[in-house]
């Protein structure tokens, strides 16, 4: 067999991963810290005040990267839970199922930090615009998914149930954006344009760059943290899950 | 004898290996054993011990966690559930609302219909003529589990998985299933029953399994 | 021997849903009172003046009949679930998804039907502009169905829980957005004299799409369900 | 210094903007932490009952 297929093969294994994953988890955690120290120097302190927002222009460095990771987030869970429901893998199942506490806590992080920008640009707390709008039917879809998944006696099935909800969630929410678009939209164009010029200058767009990779690390970091003790939780009738409940008394 | 020896054919069902884990804590199995035609098998074993999840897994209701069910020789999924089982549980899949006719309407519409009998032969022949048109929800206990035993005489299922089939029946009531049983068994049928061992199939000479919540001895 | 045809197992399972709501045809008036009942809090806490009220009301006609909806959903597979009928409906050799999208259809017909019947009723109670009913009752005929399909779904998902009312709102109102939006948005057009056609051609266009994707994922989900 | 924390007079909204954002993400951090511990104390409790019923059945 390919050796990279032997070697997804052996991550699927729980003792595996989670001896894998503690390997990475302080590597992660140092990527992710560093990065935010950087980011938030960079935004906060380099970067010039806007000429039209002046200094309120920051919260975007802790919006926009949450915005970006609550959509990266859901695609990764309902990724994972097409994985768990087809090919019945444990590991994805755990995976989309840890992903989904943490994309629910950058929604909130995004509606909230949203709401507070949009109190001295637009004078309200919060307005109806089509990409807060949707962003908050996106929270609603975490909740959901998470609310299914505590609700299911058996973990697997709670897993699978859950996914399948991710999954057509990902399938309304392009129809849910596109509907609130179509409703009302006042929001502000997009700043920062993945292809093509940026309308943004390079001392303010860096350290976004930074905090998007950043929150990228901490995702990754307190996924594989969750999953871990997810899987011991699963597993805790197996051999390894007993050796290192013995070895962590032992220390 | 010097005619060719036919190849065996494949019992009609067949179990390989077969346990189910929920919250991997094993419910049953592993267990293997095979069903001919014309065999009734009694399935002893505590409460607890996995005789229901044993019969939905049998019946394609839940996927087992490891091993395979065959059905005359081909495995089983959810895609292709056949014609050939019928499954009785606790809860008996009947309408209160409904008279047993009704209901039994209903069975064949949705699973088909033996040939050579009639929803009114099938109430007669367990002891409810007489009660065709009654709501259901007027019925004893025993009554209606005496209408999801007719409905099993009219699918045309050749697998009978029974589960408790002896619960909530007076002795007459006893003396009905196991002579259903037996003429199931002689057109070519199988069953497989659960029995806590409160009651026991008199008729012939049963196989018995013990299930025993992580290991099974045919 | 006879195995009975997909046809006729369809046939047998909406006459035999259809005769137990026959039988229990004092519920089926539930959702419209209740519909009635929302629709005549809103007055009370807005005040009786007509302009205002004909300005809210297709909106409050759909929020009400949504929520009319939302609150029958639960007993769609409720009875089925407790008698055991529903394990013999997905043993049933026949193709699930086309069993459930009989149910389904009964559902509609028995609760969303007599709310539209009483929809004009409703909007003449908040004072509804003429000319905006026939929109409102074109995009309430598209979208009951399209509510109905993709309740199903969630509560396959959430069948065999026995607190499951506040979760089923949680897993179904997200989904419910868009279809509210275009069936609003369609009303709100006609009462500004705007062309109505769009709104109404993407709930056709949802509709289309959820008469044969709803009843296949609302098998898959009864199946994870009841395993 | 006072002109870094007033940020140009919208430094309420951007300092409660940035600490919403550090206090949520760390206590998603904290969380499998606080779970961590009481998995493994249930898995030592159930390690230990099973060893207490080893030592009763020999």
């Known amino acids: 067999m390919n050796p990279l297929v032997l070697w997804f093969h052996k991550l699927g294994s729980p003792p595996y991963f989670y001896r894998f994953a503690g390997r990475l988890l302080p590597w992660f955690w140092g990527a992710a810290l560093a990065g935010l120290a950087i980011g938030l120097y960079g935004g906060l302190v380099l970067a010039p005040a806007d000429y039209q927002q002046s200094d309120a222009f920051r919260i975007i460095y802790v919006h926009v990267p949450s915005a970006w990771m609550s959509l990266f987030i859901y695609a990764f869970m309902a990724v994972n839970g097409f994985i768990a429901l087809v090919w ?23 509606l909230a930090t ?29 909740l959901g998914v998470l609310g299914l998944h505590q609700a299911i006696e058996d973990r697997r099935q709670a897993a699978r149930a859950a996914a399948f909800l991710a999954l057509i969630g990902i399938v309304n929410l392009p129809i849910v954006h596109f509907s609130v678009n179509w409703w009302n939209t006042l929001h502000q164009g997009d700043t920062v344009k993945l292809f093509g010029p940026s309308l943004i200058d390079s001392r303010m767009l860096w350290p976004l760059l930074v905090m998007a990779v950043a929150t990228k690390f901490l995702f990754a970091a307190s996924l594989l943290s969750r999953a871990r003790v997810d899987l011991l939780e699963l597993e805790s009738g197996k051999d390894w899950a007993r050796q290192i409940a013995l070895a962590e008394e032992r220390a | 004898m010097n005619s060719p020896i036919p190849l065996e054919a494949p019992p009609l069902l067949e179990a390989r290996g077969l346990a189910y884990l929920r919250n ?24 607890g011990s996995g005789k229901t999840t044993l019969l939905k897994v049998l019946s394609g209701l839940l996927q087992a966690s490891t091993g395979t069910v065959l059905l005359n020789g081909e495995p089983l999924t959810l895609a292709r559930l056949s014609h050939q089982v019928a499954l009785l549980g606790h809860l008996l899949g009947i309408k209160g609302e409904l008279s047993p006719l009704q209901n039994l309407r209903f069975a064949i519409g949705l699973g088909g219909l033996r040939s050579g009998i009639t929803p009114h032969q099938a109430l007669k022949s367990v002891g409810l003529e007489g009660y065709e048109d009654v709501a259901l929800r007027q019925l004893s206990a025993g009554q209606k589990k005496r209408v999801a035993l007719a409905r099993l005489l009219l699918v045309p299922a050749a697998l009978w998985l029974l589960d408790e089939p002896y619960a909530n029946l007076d002795r007459e009531g006893i003396t009905l299933v196991n002579r259903l049983l037996e003429l199931h068994a002689m057109r070519g049928g199988a069953a497989l029953i659960t029995s806590h061992g409160a009651y026991a199939y008199t008729s012939g000479t049963p196989r018995r399994l013990q299930l025993r919540g992580q290991e099974a001895a045919a | 021997m006879s195995y009975g045809s997909t046809t006729s197992a369809c046939r047998a399972l909406l006459q035999r849903d259809l005769s137990l709501v026959w039988r229990q045809r004092g519920d089926a008036l539930n959702p419209v009172l209740f519909a009635v009942m929302v629709v005549a809090l809103f007055p009370f806490a807005l005040g009786p003046e007509p302009t205002m009220l004909a300005r809210i009301a297709a909106g409050t006609v759909l929020v009400a009949l949504l929520l009319a909806g939302l609150l029958s959903l639960d007993a769609l597979f409720r009875s089925d679930l407790e008698d055991g009928s529903l394990e ?22 028995t609760t969303a039907l007599p709310l539209l019947l009483v929809a004009p009723l409703l909007g003449e109670l908040l004072y509804l502009p003429q000319p905006v009913l026939p929109v409102l009752m074109v995009a309430l005929v598209l979208s009951t169905p399209l509510l109905s399909l993709i309740g199903a779904v969630c509560v396959a998902l959430t069948v065999g829980m026995r607190r499951s009312g506040m979760l089923l709102a949680l897993l179904v109102l997200p989904l419910y957005v868009p279809v509210l939006i275009f069936a609003a948005g369609a009303c709100n057009a006609a009462q500004q004299g705007l062309p109505v056609l769009a709104p109404l051609l993407w709930l056709g266009a949802g509709l289309a799409l959820a008469l044969v994707l709803a009843p296949l994922a609302c098998a898959a989900a009864l199946r994870i369900s009841l395993s | 210094m006072s002109e870094f924390v007033s940020m140009g007079g919208y430094g ?47």
């Open chain 3, 88 to 109: 013999q409906l997905v043993l049933s050799p026949h193709p699930l998804a086309l069993l459930l999208a009989c149910k389904i259809a009964v559902h509609w017909l």
């Open chain 4, 12 to 58: 309420g909204y951007v300092w409660s903007a940035i600490a919403i954002f550090l206090v949520t993400l760390a206590l998603e951090a904290a969380a499998p932490l606080l779970k961590r511990r009481r998995v493994l104390r249930e898995l030592r409790g159930r390690l230990r009952r099973a060893r207490k019923s080893n030592e009763e059945n020999t």
């Open chain 1, 114 to 142: 949203g709401s507070i920008w949009g109190k001295p640009m637009w004078g309200t707390w919060w307005t109806w615009d089509a990409r807060l709008t949707s962003e908050l039917v996106l929270l609603f879809l975490y």
């Open chain 1, 88 to 110: 019945r893998i444990k590991l994805s199942e755990t995976l989309a199922m840890a992903a989904a506490p943490i994309g629910a806590a950058f929604t909130f992080i995004c």
């Open chain 2, 24 to 47: 991997d804590e094993p419910i049953f199995g592993p267990l293997s054993f095979r069903l001919g035609a014309g065999e009734v098998v009694l399935m002893e074993g505590d409460n």
